[in-house]
């Protein structure tokens, strides 16, 4: 992947707004010049742009060059990938819903949680 130069060349404002004229992930990749293979990328993509905007959270790119904002972005989404490259989603849990639910602890009363595959099962046993 290269850098897209062009998009990246000027003040720290024009980086910003780059960025949030982004969409895809792969954008951002291909923006920012970092590599991914692709079946990472399937399984956790809004997973890795949720963590890459907590650790862009954690900074304010504005505080730097327009150079060093693009470091940083570069880094934060380097980050985020690698988080993920080697592990699940689950273990994790970036969104508020993987928090909430701990598969190890029972549900709440009234919330009860009935797994598919049970379901599946006994829609298999009517036939």
Not at 10 to 21: E, M, N, P
Not at 75 to 94: I, K, M, N, Q
Not at 99 to 127: C, H, I, M, N, Y
């Amino acid at each position: 992947m290269v850098c897209d130069r062009e998009a990246l060349s000027g003040g720290v404002t024009d980086i910003v707004a780059r960025l949030k004229s982004l969409s895809a992930a792969e954008d951002f990749f291909e923006t920012l010049g970092v590599s991914y293979e692709p079946q990472v990328l399937d399984v956790s993509r809004l997973h890795i742009m949720k963590r890459m905007g907590q650790y862009l959270a954690e900074e304010d790119i504005s505080d730097h060059s327009a150079r060093a904002s693009v470091a940083r972005a570069r880094d934060a989404l380097e980050r985020a990938y690698a988080d993920f490259a080697t592990s699940s989603p689950l273990s994790h849990r970036v969104f508020r819903v993987l928090e909430q639910r701990d598969p190890a602890r029972t549900a709440a009363p009234g919330q009860t949680f009935v797994p598919l595959k049970s379901v599946l099962k006994s829609f298999g046993s009517d036939k």
